[in-house]
């Protein structure tokens, strides 16, 4: 593999937490977080998820608490779960406590939306202190509280952070500081300047999110501009692609905006060419093809499809494994050096068979 190039900016420096097993903050990389969208008080459902999630190399998972048997299920839940289980609190701070006593590794809160929050933060940072978990203070521009809503008129990014300041200062003064905060807005353009504003005044882990950013393509897009100015200035600690679509695919996006940014290994990477009027194969099926074909393989392959003479021999020159197409042909390329000319009907199975050959012989280089 080329050497992999350094990250755009040095994560910034913030306190250390730990949401089960896995850390948060700039000592530990930046982590995948997803939501189950089952009903929580559906444990085998809800633990299927999770388990589809975690192969699908989710860290952390939230799941919903709006109702007693939902608080009833977080033991169960909770002590399955294969990964750490934030258990994410609205509207009745009594479930904070079910949430702790259950076992969860965190919990998320919205001060803004639950019932004489302040006036129970003593309770919740005692318990969550005497558990041993951090608790994330969630912002979300649709439920900001009331009293900072009428200071500045809507949620605009210095009244995101003001209200996460002060929440997280009732914390502090309680002698608790195991805090993350999120500050979110489904306005990337907002969203980014809040996150810098906190970024600035604060120490603590954030985590990053566009909240109701949409559905698979809209939300993919607004994520990945959002997250991609932030990581690359060293600011976010987890992230969450929010999209309105199974949460997998949140997972699987989250997962390539840290690779894209050399802020998680590299896995396998498919370069190909856009096409245009120089192809002389179907670039669009052949990458289509490759991807699916070699989609799940864990090592560090980068593979590149491309569909003419021009562009096409440099770029596969520097993939590890790669084809250069012309006139029905594809030449093979492996590390730089062509190993075979193959006809376009057995470019695909050729790249697959060779993909294999270099799977089994990094893994068996790593285990020497």
């Known amino acids: 593999m080329p050497e992999v190039p350094p990250v755009l900016h040095p994560r910034r420096k913030t306190r250390q937490l730990m949401v089960g097993n896995v850390g948060v903050g700039s000592d530990y990389p930046v982590s995948v977080q997803s939501m189950t969208n089952t009903k929580t008080h559906d444990i085998n459902a809800t633990l299927q998820q999770i388990a589809e999630l975690t192969a699908s190399g989710c860290d952390i998972v939230r799941v919903a608490c709006p109702k007693t048997v939902d608080a009833e299920a977080l033991p169960a839940i909770a002590q399955k779960s294969p990964i750490p289980v934030i258990a994410d609190i609205h509207f009745q701070p009594k479930y904070i406590f079910s949430a702790i006593e259950a076992g969860c590794a965190a919990v998320r809160v919205n ?6 929050f302040d006036g129970r933060v003593k309770e919740v940072a005692k318990a969550a202190g005497d558990a041993g978990i951090p ?3 969630g912002v979300n521009a649709g439920s900001l509280d009331k009293r900072i809503m009428e ?3 809507k949620a605009t990014p210095e009244a995101l952070v003001e209200s996460a300041i002060w929440e997280a200062g009732l914390f502090e003064d309680c002698g608790y500081g195991d805090i993350a905060i999120s500050v979110k807005h489904h306005d990337p353009v907002v969203m980014v300047e809040a996150y810098r504003q906190l970024a600035a005044k604060t120490d603590y882990p954030l985590h990053l999110g566009v909240t109701e950013a949409g559905p698979a393509f809209q939300g993919t897009i607004k994520s990945s501009v959002a997250f991609g100015a932030l990581l690359a200035e060293g600011i976010g600690d987890t992230i969450r692609v929010s999209l309105s679509t199974e949460p997998v695919e949140e997972i699987r996006v989250g997962d390539q905006i ?5 802020l998680r290994p590299r896995k396998l990477d498919i370069v190909s060419c856009p096409s245009c009027g120089r192809a002389q194969v179907d670039v669009y099926k052949l990458a289509e093809e490759v991807t699916d074909s070699l989609h799940g393989m864990d090592i560090p392959l980068r593979v590149a499809v491309m569909g003419c003479v021009v562009n096409g021999p440099g770029e596969a020159r520097d ?3 790669g084809v250069a197409s012309g006139n029905g042909k594809g030449q093979i390329f492996i590390k730089g050096e062509v190993i075979k000319t193959v006809p376009e009907e057995e470019i695909v199975d050729t790249l697959i068979e060779e993909a294999k050959k270099l799977d089994a012989k990094m893994k068996a280089e790593a285990e020497a």
């Open 111 to 116: 001060p803004g939306n639950i019932r004489q």
């Open 135 to 137: 608790i994330r203070i």
């Open 151 to 153: 200071k500045y008129g």
């Open 258 to 262: 840290l690779q894209s940014l050399n």
């Open 319 to 321: 993939a590890d494994l």
